[in-house]
């Protein structure tokens, strides 16, 4: 037996049961192949319903399920290590016709998927960076956490988030950049200020302190960005040059 | 060759572990003995899970049951994927490893379901092999778990409990007996559950699992049992496992409950049935 033929059935119901898998009085297996094609479309489904919770409420639990199906399908997991399986669900949102009028949904997909990622990053010891005078700061760089996570969007992508799971108004048309940082072991999105993104992507990209605040542009509050990562403990490591 | 051997899993009862009962678990473990986890839960770099299981370990002996490794499949083993389990192992130092007569890749695409096989002499070479090197990697002899299955194989040649047996003494390792699988697949495959027990090779069992199952029907009407593990143990499989410690003495038997979760006391009082059956074997 090919497990090739096996595999495309599986994944395609239009397909007929491949030949000689059988019942016990050697009838064809019929009804019986489609008990491992609903385990693995029904597991992989519900592996994306646990993570993507505000996708699956934006767009309705019924409408979800079949767009997973779509996707499982055309995208079934590269790896075992399921609990982070969607890596490129938002990619395949961006180009799934039936939700084109939905554009903020990848970015949805991206957070909730940040998210995971998070919660499964390696542990980290938070920097002492208190022995540091401020002044000299401005030229160390600052290693962040593995488990903090940068999404920048042209849309409300955490109020979207956080309305689909908890109710209230729509939330004000705008962009957000949004730093999920985890300072215990369940990661939290937080909204960054204007400039805190530039500044953020440059401080991840190597920058130090100083040239990141310069990226961050003129109303860059870098203040409140250094006091978000100070707080939630999320600056792993420092590097200053001598 | 191997510097551990699975014996180190007491005769008592487990259950499959699961974050949600992490706090009820540790205050009250009741007829709980010893847990069991999926491999693939843990292979994440930090964070909860493996904090939780660290604190576990210390208070339980592990049984670290892998569901991903692809035994049966005809590409060669994932190396990447072994040597994680491997890591998990080494850290860990689990009482048991085990995994199943089953395939789940293809092409890199994993389908995360365990997967049948046809009973061949071609299946049986390349399922050596496969535990071999899993053997080699892990340092350990590991356990291999019989499946349940729902359609059969017209070029099968072996029946499953020879087939198991040929692997065991080929390989040197030692055998999962799930009765769960053994009565969904005797049902399944219009065999007697009894005749499979009284065959299979019981010196071998390192390890017992019980579970839940529903059924539905084929084509033809007939009763399918579905492996759901999301129900309490049937008491056919219960007087199954009975007639499998009273002629093999205690086993470490697990309680597999992995969906439709139910509260803590219902698992636990699952676990508890268990005990008492080995108890009065003992």
């Not at chain 2, 499979?196 to 010196?203: H, V």
Request: hydrophobic content about 45%; charged content about 20%; aromatic content about 8%.
């Amino acid at each position: 037996m090919m497990q090739a033929g096996f595999v495309a059935a599986l994944l395609d119901p239009d397909l007929p049961v491949p030949a000689g898998l059988v019942a016990p009085d050697g009838a064809p297996a019929g009804r019986r192949f489609d008990v491992y094609r609903n385990t693995v479309a029904g597991g992989l489904t519900r592996v994306l319903e646990a993570g993507f919770p505000a996708l699956r409420r934006l767009v309705g639990a019924d409408f979800f399920a079949a767009m997973a199906g779509v996707f499982l399908r055309a995208h079934p997991p590269r790896s075992r290590i399921l609990m982070l399986y969607g890596a490129d669900f938002p990619g395949f949102l961006q180009h799934f016709p039936p939700v084109a009028h939905l554009p903020y949904l990848p970015d949805v997909a991206r957070l909730e998927q940040a998210l995971r990622d998070s919660y499964h990053a390696a542990d980290h010891r938070p920097a002492d960076l208190g022995a540091i005078p401020p002044e000299a700061l401005l030229g160390c760089r600052l290693r962040l956490a593995p488990s903090a996570r940068l999404l920048r969007s042209a849309w409300p992508v955490r109020s979207i988030r956080a309305a689909a799971l908890q109710g209230g108004p729509s939330p004000a048309w705008r962009a957000e950049d949004v730093l999920v940082l985890r300072a215990g072991f369940d990661p939290e999105p937080h909204l960054l200020p204007p400039g805190g993104g530039a500044m953020l992507a440059a401080l991840i990209g190597g920058a130090t302190l100083g040239a990141a605040m310069d990226a961050g542009g003129e109303g860059c509050d870098a203040a409140a960005v250094l006091g978000l990562l100070l707080a939630q403990g999320a600056v792993a490591g420092v590097e200053c040059a001598e | 060759m191997f510097d551990r051997v699975d014996r180190d899993l007491p005769a008592r009862a487990g259950v499959g572990y699961k974050p949600q009962h992490f706090s009820a678990l540790l205050e009250n473990p009741g007829a709980v003995d010893w847990l069991e986890i999926h491999a693939e839960n843990y292979l994440g770099d930090g964070g909860r899970p493996l904090a939780q299981l660290r604190h576990l370990a210390g208070r339980f002996p592990i049984s670290v049951h892998g569901v991903g490794l692809s035994i049966g499949g005809e590409a060669p083993l994932d190396a990447d994927h072994l040597a994680r389990l491997k890591a998990l192992c080494d850290w860990l130092q689990p009482a048991s490893f085990s995994e199943h007569l089953a395939w789940s890749t293809h092409e890199g695409a994993f389908l995360n379901d365990l997967l049948p096989l046809p009973y061949t002499a071609a299946t049986l070479a390349r399922v050596a092999d496969h535990i071999d090197q899993v053997q080699e990697a892990l340092g350990r002899r590991m356990l291999l778990e019989n499946p349940s299955t729902y359609l059969a194989f017209a070029e099968s040649e072996m029946a499953e409990v020879e087939f198991l047996q040929e692997i065991a003494r080929r390989t040197g390792c030692f055998l999962l007996l799930d009765v769960n699988n053994v009565q969904v697949s005797a049902v399944n495959q219009g065999r007697s559950a009894e005749a499979y027990l009284d065959a299979f090779p019981l010196d071998l069992v390192g390890e017992i699992h019980l579970g839940g199952h529903h059924a539905d029907r084929d084509d033809q009407g007939a009763v399918l049992l579905i492996d759901s593990h999301a129900a309490p143990v049937e008491d056919r499989v219960w007087a199954l496992y009975r007639r499998v410690i009273a002629r093999g003495g205690p086993k470490p038997t697990l309680i597999e409950w992995d969906d439709d979760l139910p509260d803590w006391p219902v698992l636990e009082a699952e676990a508890a049935r268990a005990a008492r059956v080995l108890a009065g074997a003992a």
